[in-house]
């Protein structure tokens, strides 16, 4: 198993700001996610942040506006940019640690952008 | 590619009713298949999984059966609780495709009345 943290919890935050999201796994782990969920919705998959080299980006979301770090197997964060209320969601950081296997989750960032 | 179909909800019920979540999957290979919950206000988090035909999982009185010949994971309990309130995800993972990433239902939301 593995034991995820997010930081922050929640926040509040302007249009046009920026924020970085922590995630710190308690094992080193090859596959880690970032996950995007809006209320009552669906787990949208934005990328698989990948060791050493760029993140891979599902259809629909840039580099640019979702920028991803992982610097090493246990730790990544995740960027949101130049925000806009349609930004307002619940950001999860998840882990599988080999194909087919369970998925563990972090607690969820709540983020929301006036 | 893979995909997988939940129920639609919401789903209300009374203390002590039966319960039953369809899930239905497509995949190319032989998935393992699991079952999430998420409680208000925090992440997803593995209820039950099987990996292979005919293999049940169970777990805090829920149990899901593995029916290749349906495409079939249906979740079920035989008597819920108000704490069962939650958004149960049924999911999938294949070694040999998409990376071995999952591919996640849309979630269906329970509440269960006193």
């Known amino acids: 198993s593995a034991v995820i943290s997010q930081k922050p919890s929640r926040d509040i935050c302007q249009r046009g700001t920026s924020l970085t999201i922590q995630c710190q796994v308690d094992s080193q782990v090859t596959m880690m996610f970032w996950y995007r969920q809006q209320p009552g919705q669906s787990l949208t998959l934005i990328a698989t942040a990948n060791q050493g080299s760029e993140a891979t980006y599902e259809s629909g979301f840039v580099i640019d506006k979702f920028p991803i770090s992982r610097p090493n197997l246990t730790f990544s964060t995740l960027t949101v940019s130049n925000m806009s209320p349609e930004d307002s969601s619940i950001y999860l950081c998840?882990?599988?640690?080999?194909?087919?296997?369970?998925?563990?989750f972090g607690p969820g960032t709540r983020l929301t952008v006036l | 590619g893979d995909s997988v179909t939940q129920m639609e909800g919401p789903v209300t019920l009374s203390e002590e009713a039966f319960l039953t979540i369809n899930c239905t999957y497509t995949a190319t290979g032989y998935p393992s298949l699991f079952w999430y919950v998420q409680y208000p206000g925090e992440g997803l988090q593995l209820l039950l999984k099987?990996?292979?035909?005919?293999d049940k999982g169970s777990n805090k009185g829920f149990e899901a059966t593995y029916r290749k010949e349906t495409t079939s994971f249906h979740l079920e309990k035989g008597s819920v609780q108000v704490s069962d309130s939650a958004v149960y995800f049924c999911a999938l993972s294949e070694i040999a495709t998409n990376a071995g990433k999952s591919t996640f239902g849309d979630g269906t939301t329970l509440t269960v009345k006193p």
């Open positions: 998840s882990v599988q640690p080999g194909y087919g296997d369970t998925q563990y």
């Open positions: 099987a990996t292979k035909a005919d």
